[in-house]
T-cell receptor
Framework: AQTVTQSQPEMSVQEAETVTLSCTYD???????LFWYKQPPSRQMILVIR??????QNATENRFSVNFQKAAKSFSLKISDSQLGDAAMYFC???????????????FGEGTQLTVNP | DGGITQSPKYLFRKEGQNVTLSCEQN?????MYWYRQDPGQGLRLIYY???????QKGDIAEGYSVSREKKESFPLTVTSAQKNPTAFYLC?????????????FGPGTRLTVL
């Protein structure tokens, strides 16, 4: 079974600065997908970014980018020019590419609570 | 507007009672999912359905039941057999349930057992 670990329960950053959230995962599969979801106080889960394991290029979405290290099984999220609206719980998630067997389930980490200080 | 709705937003249940959480989507998605969220933990999969009239157990299905009679609807029943049902419940859907699909989430239901 796959596991996802987020070792930072809480992080804080000053507005306009950069912060990196860590995520490691364990799997024996060679093909999979990784995600970062954001959960603001409203508790609505919002997809931030996704990475396909077969792609060597790191995904980017505006101010959000990832550092995907497949051999190290590491998938960190970098938020640049942090804004007050970035304050939320961030979850790292894993999905197997073998969806027929797994049903495309997402396996989540425990989350990192990000505070943005003005 | 297309999206996923969950009702009610807050739900209170007495011990020993069954309760049903609603999840409806108008995105024409085939696959639907139920997750449970507890404080300090990530989401855990309860049940999922990739097609009407079919569903599969997730990692923590004990004490829960589901049905999928319509493509748009995937209600979750929390039975009295669920030992610790107080939690936040999230419903999600995706186009076909394949790995490339993005899962979209509803706003959630907070269940409290009194």
């Amino acid at each position: 079974a796959q596991t996802v670990t987020q070792s930072q329960p809480e992080m804080s950053v000053q507005e306009a600065e950069t912060v990196t959230l860590s995520c490691t995962y364990d799997t024996s599969e060679s093909d999979y997908y990784l995600f970062w979801y954001k959960q603001p106080p409203s508790r609505q889960m919002i997809l931030v970014i996704r990475q396909e394991a077969y792609k060597q290029q790191n995904a980017t979405e505006n101010r959000f980018s990832v550092n995907f290290q497949k051999a190290a099984k590491s998938f960190s999220l970098k938020i640049s020019d942090s804004q007050l609206g970035d304050a939320a719980m961030y979850f790292c998630a894993y999905r197997s590419a073998f969806w027929l067997a797994s049903g495309s389930r997402l396996t989540f980490g425990e989350g990192t609570q990000l505070t943005v200080n003005p | 507007d297309g999206g996923i709705t969950q009702s009610p937003k807050y739900l209170f249940r007495k011990e020993g009672q069954n309760v049903t959480l609603s999840c409806e989507q108008n995105l024409n998605h085939d696959a639907m999912y139920w997750y449970r969220q507890d404080p300090g933990q990530g989401l855990r999969l309860i049940y999922y359905s990739q097609i009407v009239n079919d569903f599969q157990k997730g990692d923590i299905a004990e004490g829960y039941s589901v049905s999928r009679e319509k493509k748009e609807s995937f209600p979750l029943t929390v039975t009295s057999a669920q030992k610790n049902p107080t939690a936040f419940y999230l419903c999600a859907s995706s186009i076909q349930g394949t790995s490339t699909d993005t899962q979209y989430f509803g706003p959630g239901t907070r269940l409290t057992v009194l």
